[in-house]
């Protein structure tokens, strides 16, 4: 899945709410296809951050370039070329709707709200074409086989395990074929192993072009480190993934 991905800078960068700062003092430079990881723990402002660079919610201090878009002014700019996946309280999948459901779904509003007019007005069996590609290519690059599932595509979001759940959040997410892939909690309550094989994943879709920013307790050798830990003497408050979540509708959608 060759994607152009983006570069990442950040200086200085920070948020803050009406208890404290979600994060402060934030540094980073990351090339195009880059894999970066949000390190830190629990409550430390790692989704505010990953939202923040997604064009999700508006920093208050700093600035950061994401793609050429300098935020916290181009937040819609960076909202168009970024996708999130497995953000609670925004990307969160629908327990009762079916794998295959789920993707028909994201493929059918990538169609009519993602794509040109233009390609609105091709054939319906070329446009239909062009949906069945886009799913499987997405799928793919996720690492998530259908056919592995208990009952394939019909299989109920409620019957996943959870390494399978992840890679159905990143495969919507990579429908939209977003040069910025954000994946929230990537390594909550996942085993040793299931880990490393997520890792590897986003890893493959980075070298590939992508740039993939991931959220995790603890970061992997060779990928761009950001830390949220906050220092002893700063003035840091505990957000919980919904605060962060509230926060992002005061400026876009997912």
């Known amino acids: 899945m060759a994607v152009d991905g983006v570069a990442v800078t ?3 960068l920070g948020l803050k709410g009406p208890r404290g700062w979600a994060f402060r003092g934030i ?3 990351a090339e195009p296809g880059a894999l970066i990881a949000v390190e830190g723990p629990s409550g430390s402002g790692r989704t505010s951050l990953l939202l923040a660079l997604t064009g999700r919610m508006k920093a208050t201090e700093g600035t950061a370039t994401v793609g050429g878009a300098r935020l916290p002014k181009q937040l819609a700019a960076v909202r168009r070329f970024s996708a999130p996946a497995h953000v609670a309280g925004l990307t ?8 295959g459901e789920h993707l028909r779904e994201r493929a059918l509003l990538q169609r009519r709200f993602g794509d040109s007019v233009r390609a609105l007005l091709r ?21 998530l086989d259908r056919e592995a599932l208990p009952k394939g595509a ?3 979001v409620r019957d996943l395990e959870r390494p399978e759940a992840l890679r159905l959040s990143i495969a919507l997410a990579l429908i939209g074929r977003p040069r910025l892939l954000a994946v929230d909690d990537l390594d909550l309550k996942l085993s040793d192993a299931e880990r490393v094989e997520a890792w590897a994943q986003l890893g493959s879709l980075a070298a590939a072009g992508t740039t993939v920013l991931a959220v995790c307790s603890e970061a992997p050798e060779g990928a761009v480190k950001v830390s949220t830990r906050p220092e002893p003497e700063q003035d840091t408050r505990t957000e919980t993934g919904k605060e962060a979540t509230d926060a992002f509708t005061a ?4």
Not at 92 to 99: E, G, I, Q, S, Y
Not at 131 to 137: K, N, W
Not at 251 to 254: E, K, V
């Open 10 to 12: 950040a200086e200085g």
């Open 154 to 156: 019909r299989t109920a």
């Open 27 to 29: 540094d980073l430079t």
């Open 123 to 143: 054939p319906r069996e070329e446009r239909t074409a062009e949906a069945r590609l886009r799913i499987d290519t997405a799928l793919a690059a996720a690492g």
């Open 92 to 99: 969160d999948l629908d327990p009762a709707l079916t794998v």
């Open 251 to 254: 400026t876009g959608r997912a």
